[in-house]
């Protein structure tokens, strides 16, 4: 198993309100190593052709007041892959929903996104997502939970007023919370090898068969494009076999829980960043300098009203005190008082629907690693 001394892109998949931009900002500190791309693939899901969501379907001016109106899956991942490939000095690392490349409410996808559809798609049977198997190959995948009790009342408070007023979000809609979109994600890049880890949760031969399944995947992805018979209209295609073929293979399974990046940030980065073969500094943890403020608010822009408090911010540090865990009668108590009845009960029958996955996930959660 690699603890990825490859360039493949990083990749954190997450769900809304996760802290994840926080996150990010901790490696935007890093343009000497990483290229960092904020949440390339909500473009499409939102707004594009291929859309999957419903949000602006109906409201044809937003979809073009956004800028992405046109914007197809392939021209999303073609960026990505560009800066990839044609980029020798810095990983590209990006933070993005998971539900923008699963099909939400738990539909399965027809196939891949049409416009990425030439792609090699192995086991496309059982790939929950809009992305062909051979480039969900290509990426370095981690992820990132927040319980739902926090990050549902989080989310849902982003589409009703004040705030739906600059997020431009005035419908809270279930099936983004996005919880059970990236458990499909995750057992899947599981089960067939692209992440893996040797621990009790699989026997010998589970681990042997996966990594089996990962390099026949990964033959076949490179025949499909660079043999004879490849696709002449994938101009990338050689480049992208022989970034394949690069690949030593599976990465070890790294999750991050919130809530121990919020107790103990410099740890939690630690065993992160070692995870992904990016040397940890502290000074990853401030960046209060002007050219910091001034590359998080160009990049967090285009979705205006959710990335306030971290453009406002300027360093991560631990939390006075962990977080208590209060009682579901405490909670509904807080949720009825600051969104009303209505809301208290769509926040309790959303967040009572993801725990199940959320406690999935966290199973398998990195320990935050002290210093030597």
């Not at 899901?45 to 859309?51: L, V």
């Not at 009342?153 to 007023?165: A, D, E, G, Q, V």
């Not at 969104?339 to 398998?364: S, W």
Request: hydrophobic share 30%; charged share 35%; aromatic share 10%.
């Amino acid at each position: 198993m690699s603890s990825s001394p490859d360039r493949r892109p990083i990749f954190v998949a997450t769900h809304p309100r996760a802290c994840s931009t926080a996150f990010e900002r901790v490696f935007m500190t890093r343009p000497d190593a990483l290229s960092c791309v904020h949440e390339p693939f909500g473009d499409a899901f939102y707004y594009g052709p291929e859309r999957m969501s419903t949000r602006y379907d109906h409201d044809e001016a937003a979809r073009e007041k956004s800028g992405y109106a046109e914007v197809r899956y392939d021209d999303v991942m073609g960026r990505i892959l560009k800066e990839t490939l044609e980029n020798d000095k810095t990983r590209v690392f990006i933070k993005d929903m998971a539900y923008y490349i699963v099909p939400p409410n738990g539909d399965r996808p027809l196939g891949p996104a049409r416009s990425l559809d030439r792609h090699p798609n192995p086991v496309a049977d059982s790939n929950p997502t809009i992305i062909p198997t051979s480039l969900l190959m290509l990426f370095h995948w981690t992820f990132l939970i927040r319980h739902p009790r926090k990050a549902i009342p989080s989310y849902y408070r982003c589409t009703i007023p004040p705030l739906n007023k600059k997020t431009g979000f005035d419908e809270f809609m279930p099936s983004e919370a996005g919880y059970v979109e990236l458990r499909r994600l995750f057992e899947f890049l599981h089960a067939k090898g692209i992440i893996a880890e040797e621990s009790k949760y699989d026997s010998e031969e589970t681990r042997k068969s996966r990594g089996t399944m990962f390099g026949q995947m990964k033959e076949d992805s490179v025949s499909a494009w660079s043999g004879p018979d490849r696709d002449e209209r994938l101009e990338q295609g050689p480049a992208l076999s022989r970034q394949l073929e690069n690949i030593p293979g599976p990465v070890k399974i790294t999750v991050v829980d919130a809530d121990d990046l919020l107790d103990d940030p410099e740890g939690t980065l630690r065993a992160y960043c070692e995870a992904i073969g990016v040397d940890f500094d502290p000074k990853m943890l401030k960046w209060d300098d002007d050219e910091s403020q001034r590359t998080a608010k160009e990049a967090f822009e285009k979705w205006n009203g959710f990335h306030d408090d971290a453009i406002g911010s300027t360093e991560l540090t631990p939390r006075s005190h962990k977080a208590k865990t209060p009682t579901q009668e405490e909670e509904d108590k807080e949720w009825k008082e600051k969104y009303g009845e209505e809301g208290q009960k769509i926040i309790r029958e959303t967040v009572d629907k993801n725990v199940a996955d959320y406690e999935y996930l966290k199973k398998f959660a990195l320990k935050p690693k002290k210093m030597e």
